[in-house]
């Protein structure tokens, strides 16, 4: 195993029945509280008229940020900065998705400088984060994982670019991860949660890297979560026991646990973030998308191995049939998962994507190099995985 530093401070309430500890949480930070949201699901859900009544229990001061869009802009971004100067603001509540919880990671660090939030992502300037107020969350869509983590990825149409960034003083204060705010995820987006979920599984797990036992099989028991759960929650949308196993997945799913210090680079989320940053896709169907294609792109003699131990370990397939065949068969069976169990698109044709980008997302998600992935990719071999998306 690599050597490495393990630090999750995020504080989770995990189940039903802990918001009346969501005042005195907020409280220990300060009373000025901006409370930020998407496009209305919470308000669908009664969500938000539980959050206010607890924040205004508490005898707290609410200030609210609507509207942040899926695959959230810059612009959401220095709209809450702004508000976080002008109302002095102590602590950040965010309730929502990826999306949401994303936007107000970079308000929390933009409201601690004076320049404008996107010299944080713009990769010609990447100005340090030092500071960032600090962010409460609860989580409504199990995907991203952003609630236990330190990342954040943000959208500039200005510019064409979708950039993520990691800073420490990002990462949640205290989540509060309640199932049933989960109840009404609609099974689309909760079949890209689960491809995104194991999408950031698959990113660590296939590496040359060696002597991984321990990772190995929880994130193989990961693996098998996801498939065994996000059918059934979206045929049962209300079935607690799925919603509650894929909430506690995403988080675990990328909070650093299963890094174990790994080196190389991910690859199949630098190509998807530049199909959702020209597209505005969902972006666990651009990595559903992907995902088989960079597998079987990546497949040879010498990674092999990786491919047999995921599909005997995690996919049942008899494991005294050649290498090969083990590993194609896996590839099927991930294959018809995400695009006949979960029912999601399976090429870009078919999510209103042609050609006319490729070399332009491809230069841009090696950054004009090579990215030190499982196999080394450049820009020619992202152009391939995509062309192998197109049918
Ligand atoms: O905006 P509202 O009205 O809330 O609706 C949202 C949105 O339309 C809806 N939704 C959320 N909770 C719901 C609900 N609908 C009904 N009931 C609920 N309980 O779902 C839609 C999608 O929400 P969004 O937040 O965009 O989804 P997700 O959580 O998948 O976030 C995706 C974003 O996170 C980034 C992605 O690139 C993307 O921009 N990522 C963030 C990561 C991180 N912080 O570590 C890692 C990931 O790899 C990913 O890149
Ligand atoms: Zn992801």
């Known amino acids: 195993m690599n050597d490495f530093i393990y630090h999750i401070p995020t504080k989770v309430y ?16 300060g009373t000025r509280v901006l409370m930020t949201y998407g496009g209305g699901s919470i308000k669908r859900i009664g969500l938000y008229d539980k959050v206010v009544a607890e ?4 005898g707290l001061e609410l200030f609210e940020l609507s509207g942040i869009e899926p695959n959230p802009r810059i612009d959401s971004v220095r709209e809450g900065v702004r508000l976080c100067k002008e109302h002095h603001i102590d602590v950040l509540l965010a309730v929502g998705g990826g999306s949401t919880i994303d936007a107000t990671k970079f ?3 933009g409201a601690c400088v004076d320049f ?25 869509l199990s995907a991203t994982g952003s ?8 959208s500039n149409p200005q510019t064409g670019d979708k950039i993520g960034r990691v800073a420490a003083p990002m990462l949640p204060k205290v989540s509060f991860l309640d199932p049933t705010n989960t109840f009404s995820v609609s099974p689309y987006q909760t079949a890209c949660g689960a491809a995104d979920m194991l999408s950031h599984i698959f990113e660590e797990y296939f590496t040359t890297d060696k002597d991984l036992f321990m990772l190995d099989c929880f994130m193989e028991g990961l693996m098998k979560t996801i498939i065994r759960y996000a059918p059934i929650a979206m045929r049962e949308p209300d079935n607690y026991e799925a919603r509650a196993n894929l909430m506690w997945a995403s988080s675990w799913a990328i909070n650093g646990f299963i890094d174990g ?5 991910w690859s199949c989320h630098p190509i998807e973030h530049e199909l959702s940053a020209i597209y505005d896709i969902t972006h666990g169907l651009g990595l559903a998308i992907i995902t088989p294609r960079w597998m079987k792109y990546c497949l040879n003699d010498t ?26 068969k896996a590839i099927n069976m991930l294959s ?10 399976s090429t870009l044709p078919e999510v209103g994507i042609d050609r006319t980008n490729f070399a332009h997302m491809a230069r841009k998600a090696v950054q004009g190099d090579v990215l030190h992935g499982f196999v080394p990719l450049r820009q020619t071999d992202v152009e391939k995985i995509l062309e192998m998306c197109m049918e």
Do not use: C
């Open 14 to 29: 995990f189940g039903k029945g802990h918001l009346q500890h969501l005042g005195d949480e907020l409280r220990r930070f």
């Open 336 to 345: 018809e998962f995400l695009f006949g169990t979960l029912a999601l698109k």
């Open 303 to 328: 990674t092999v191995d990786r491919y047999v131990q995921f599909g005997v370990n995690v996919f049942g397939i008899d494991a005294s049939l050649e290498p090969m065949v083990i590993a194609d």
């Open 116 to 140: 404008d939030p996107w010299d944080f992502l713009d990769i010609t300037k990447r100005a340090p984060i030092n500071n960032a107020l600090p962010i409460v969350d609860i989580l409504t």
């Open 55 to 58: 924040i205004r229990n508490a």
């Open 261 to 265: 210090g790994k080196q190389q680079a």
């Open 107 to 109: 308000i929390a660090a």
């Open 147 to 154: 609630e236990m983590d330190a990342g954040g990825v943000i």
